[in-house]
Structure formats: structure tokens, C-alpha cells
């Protein structure tokens, strides 16, 4: 065989199954729905609905955000310990779809619907996206054909690298544009067009995507999830590993000393998460749960600790688009209007922009600075970004005084244009390519084989809690900042008497202390696993 056939068949091994394509397209088309659906949210509880901003509009949105990301969790857990990853997202694939054309229907009726009604379809959508978004990722490198059981003969350890780096590239690169064209697109729809035209575009073709996954279930590779002893986990197998991550004493954390022997260890509970060997027969317990509450708790401190930054990446959905609506949003004398949510738009082109630039600029350049050859850790990469999401926050602030002295000054008359707002939105844009990117990496490389769909999850998951930590610190910093006359304090409802530019601050501040403490925890953490080349 002659060099040129080598290659070739080398670059047909490598190539991405027709299954593998269909589910980062797949991906794709959930997020331009999503995206379609829940980017405007905010300006539809307002403008439409008849809510309150700070007190009902955003709050709304971060805590249904917050389930949304929340839910991955639960189901990864149940996925990956008796459940299999094809049920999954046949089950949550019809519960989001449902959800969608609900929420289609409510707009339609609309006048004749009591509005607590209106979470009914927005929280079936997010049990749907809890089974889904996480499924579908796992479900997708099945069908690299590349597991330790599974994987296709001839293919040899760098081979298989080539595979998972494409399809991880390929699958980014597919999300990323799906939240691109929903939020650029159905953003102008909804402000133009109407809102259940700008709802029923999402559900149609995720329904047509969902239509296609069923046809084209013959092709797929199916697994079946396994536990420490090869057979299939279950459903008391699954609440014996929530018993040990509740049973925990101690998160063991391996140092970074030269001898790795050494070992750190923070006190939770009273019990040990590991039993004894008399426990173990006596209760039956699974050797996989204990592996499982180990992993996990082990991961508890670095998830804890990037609350604040999933916080700060809600702000774009609510408080952003917010005060785009409050700045002059119209190009060429009122000739066409922007809606705010369209500058989301900017965040992901950042995104799309700066991922092939990674590897082959900015790693480069930081190999030239520090004179060596590995770049830097997935650790390393999530700090950088959390310092770019600080800064962020910074120039939101002083966007925002500036907004406030500009209007103040004219008596309203004039507004500053919306364009001012695209450094904080772009800046954002690049602190996900490094901290998102890092965290989903981080969380991938320290589970085993057995548990990538929770380490999908757990990622998720740092979003969902951080909606509710941002909808809890915006009830309390509303009690704290309100006066007489202004019961919203800084998120009241009438410009002249708002002040996002301090909760911009202050989310600024205790993103500063979060990173001061991960980077004191990074050194319990190896991540030679992880480069972040």
C-alpha cells in the first residue's frame, strides 16, 4: 500500500460517523431554540406579561434558568447508574418539544391565561432540557466507537485522540453557532413580528430535530450503563450512592507536593464516606457508591467556589438586556431597531471568533512569555477567565454611571447608545472560551469512564444553583438597598431611582474573593490530565 493510500485511510478513521454528525447538529438545534425561547425572556415578562424588572422579570428568569441547569445533575445520575443514555433522551426529548409548543399555545392565548400559568410550560421545558442537554453530549461520544469495551479495531491511542478532538471541536463549534442564530434572529422576530410566531419558529424545528433522531435510531451505538463490576446498576444501586455522598466525612483532595503520597482533607459530616470492610457486608453496599460520593465531594470545592462566576453569566439574559432597553437602540435615525437581546449575539460571536484563535495564537504566546512548551492548565484557564469576568463586570459599572450621569444631566432626553454596551458583552464572550471551556474540561478529566454523564452534569449544575444564589442576592440586596419611596432600592423600576452599576460592583467584589480562594485551591487539584493546549 503506498503512502498517499495510507493516508487516506488513516484520515477515514479519524473521520466523524454519520450518527456523530446528526447529534452535534442535533445540539445545535437545541440550542437556537433555547436560546430563541429564553434570550428575549425577560424583555416578554416585562413588555408583554406586565411584570416587575428587578422583582419578578429577572428573578424569573435566573431561578427558571437555574432549574434548567440544575436538573442535568439528577438526571446524569440516574443515566449513568440504571438508566440507559438512548431512553433518556427519548423520554426528554417529547417533555422539551411539549414544553415548547406550550409555550407557543400560552402566547396564542394569552389574554384569556391567568399568568402563574405561564411557568407551566417554561418549567417543562426545563425538565426536558435537564435530561436532554447532558444526554445528548454523552450519547454523542458513544458514537466514536472508542470506549475501553467498544472501540473499533485498528484504531491506535492517537487515532482515538483525533476522534474525541474533533467531535469535542465539532460539537462546540455546533452550539455555539445554534445560540448565535437563536439569539440573533428569533430576537428580532419577537420584537417585530410578534411573539408566537418568535416561539412557534424554536418549536418547529426542534420538533423536526427531535423527528430525526427517531428515524435515525438504527444507526446509533447504544450503551448500557455499568457499574465497578461490569453489570448494569440499579435503582437501589443509584440511592446507595446518594447515601455515601450524604454519609461523607471528608473531601480527600491529592496535593501537588513532588512525592504524591500526600493528602488533604476537608471535614464534612461524621461519618467516612468509605465503609468499613464488616460495614460493607453487612449493608452490601456497591463498590462503585462509594467511587461515586468520593469523586463527587471530591469536586465539591472548585464547584462551590465558581458560583459566583455562573452568577455573573446570567447577567447577559436579564440585567444586560435591561439596560439595553433603557439606551437608545435604534440605527440610522430610527430607520431599524436593535433589539437588546440581540447584543447576546456579540457573546457567542467572541466565542466562535476566539476558539480557533486558542491553539494556534494565544497558546503560542503564552508558551513565548513563559518559555515553555505546554501552555496551560484547564486550572490555570478557568482563572484567567474568572479575572476577565471581574473586569467585565467593571466596565458594565462604569457603562452603566456613565448611562446614569448622561440622562440625569439631559432630564432624559438624551440616551446613550447600546453599542457602549458591547465591551461588556464581548469581554464575557472571552471569559467563556477560558473559564466554560475549563470547567466543562476540568469536570470531564476527573470522573472515571463510568461517570461522564455526571461529570456533564456537575458542570451544568454550577449554572442552575448559581440562578438561584443571583435570584437570592437580588431579594436581599433589593431589602438592603431599599429607602422611602423606593421599595426596589437598586433594581427599581424607574430609571432616575435605579442603580445596577452597584450591584455590577458588587458582583465585580465577590467575584475578586472567589478567585483569590480557587486560587488558593488549585493546589489540592492536579491537572496533568488537562492541559489546556
Not at 435591561?322 to 436593535?338: E, S, Y
Not at 440625569?408 to 464572550?429: D, E
Request: glycine share 10%.
Amino acid at each position: 500500500m503506498s503512502e498517499s493510500e495510507k493516508g487516506s485511510v488513516a484520515a477515514a478513521k479519524v473521520a466523524l460517523s454519520r450518527p456523530c454528525v446528526l447529534v452535534i447538529v442535533m445540539a445545535g438545534v437545541e440550542r437556537f431554540a433555547n436560546k430563541g425561547m429564553g434570550s428575549n425572556l425577560v424583555t416578554y415578562l416585562t413588555g408583554v406579561v406586565g411584570m416587575s424588572t428587578a422583582a419578578a422579570a429577572a428573578k424569573s428568569v435566573v431561578t427558571w434558568t437555574g432549574v434548567s441547569f440544575m436538573l442535568p445533575l439528577l438526571s446524569s445520575i440516574l443515566t449513568d447508574s440504571y438508566w440507559d443514555r438512548y431512553s433518556t433522551l427519548a423520554a426528554s426529548s417529547l417533555l422539551y418539544v411539549l414544553g415548547m409548543v406550550s409555550l407557543t399555545v400560552w402566547a396564542l392565548l394569552r389574554p384569556q391565561m391567568p399568568r402563574p400559568t405561564l411557568f407551566i410550560p417554561l418549567y417543562l421545558m426545563a425538565v426536558g432540557q435537564g435530561g436532554y442537554q447532558p444526554t445528548l453530549q454523552a450519547f454523542g461520544a458513544d458514537q466514536l466507537g472508542i470506549g475501553d469495551d467498544d472501540a473499533e479495531p485498528g484504531l491506535t491511542a492517537e487515532e482515538k485522540g483525533k476522534v474525541k478532538s474533533m467531535f469535542f471541536q465539532w460539537w462546540y463549534f455546533g452550539i455555539c453557532s445554534g445560540s448565535l442564530l437563536g439569539n440573533s434572529t428569533m430576537s428580532y422576530v419577537q420584537d417585530n413580528f410578534g411573539w408566537v410566531l418568535g416561539f412557534a419558529i424554536p418549536s418547529g424545528v426542534m420538533a423536526l430535530s427531535v423527528a430525526a433522531f427517531f428515524c435515525c435510531t438504527p444507526l446509533y451505538r447504544q450503551t448500557q450503563p455499568k457499574g465497578a463490576s461490569g453489570k448494569p446498576s440499579s435503582p437501589s444501586g443509584f440511592c446507595k450512592v446518594l447515601k455515601s455522598i450524604l454519609a461523607g466525612r471528608k473531601i480527600s483532595l491529592p496535593s501537588m507536593d513532588d512525592n504524591g503520597g500526600t493528602m488533604s482533607e476537608l471535614e464534612l459530616q461524621e461519618k467516612p464516606l468509605k465503609a468499613e470492610p464488616g460495614d460493607a457486608n453487612k449493608e452490601g453496599v456497591d463498590e462503585a457508591a462509594p467511587s461515586m460520593g468520593k469523586v463527587i465531594l471530591g469536586l465539591l470545592p472548585i464547584w462551590a467556589i465558581l458560583l459566583i462566576f455562573a452568577v455573573i453569566f446570567q447577567q447577559p439574559m436579564t440585567f444586560f438586556t435591561k439596560q439595553g432597553m433603557l439606551m437608545d437602540h435604534t440605527v440610522g435615525r430610527g430607520a431599524f431597531v436593535i433589539p437588546p437581546a440581540m447584543l447576546q449575539s456579540s457573546i457567542t460571536v467572541s466565542i466562535i471568533l476566539l476558539v480557533p484563535m486558542y491553539d494556534r495564537v494565544i497558546i503560542p504566546l503564552i508558551n513565548a512569555v513563559t518559555r515553555g512548551s505546554d501552555g496551560i492548565t484547564v486550572l490555570q484557564r478557568i482563572g484567567v477567565g474568572m479575572v476577565l469576568s471581574v473586569v467585565a463586570m467593571a466596565i458594565a459599572a462604569l457603562v452603566e454611571s456613565w448611562r446614569l450621569r448622561v440622562s440625569a444631566a439631559s432630564g432624559g432626553a438624551y440616551r446613550l447608545k447600546i453599542f457602549w454596551l458591547l465591551p461588556q458583552y464581548v469581554l464575557l464572550g472571552v471569559s467563556d472560551v477560558f473559564t466554560v471551556v475549563g470547567m466543562q474540561e476540568f469536570f470531564y478529566t476527573q470522573v472515571p469512564s463510568s461517570m461522564k454523564t455526571i461529570s456533564i452534569g456537575l458542570y451544568l449544575s454550577v449554572f442552575g444553583v448559581g440562578g438561584f444564589l443571583g435570584a437570592f442576592l437580588i431579594t436581599v440586596l433589593e431589602m438592603a438597598t431599599a429607602r422611602p419611596g423606593n421599595s426596589k432600592g437598586w433594581f427599581s423600576d424607574d430609571p432616575r431611582e435605579a442603580h445596577l452599576d452597584n450591584y455590577y460592583w458588587f458582583l465585580a467584589l465577590l467575584c475578586f474573593i472567589s478567585f483569590v480562594i480557587f486560587t488558593h485551591l488549585c493546589k489540592f487539584y492536579s491537572s496533568k490530565n488537562a492541559s489546556g493546549k
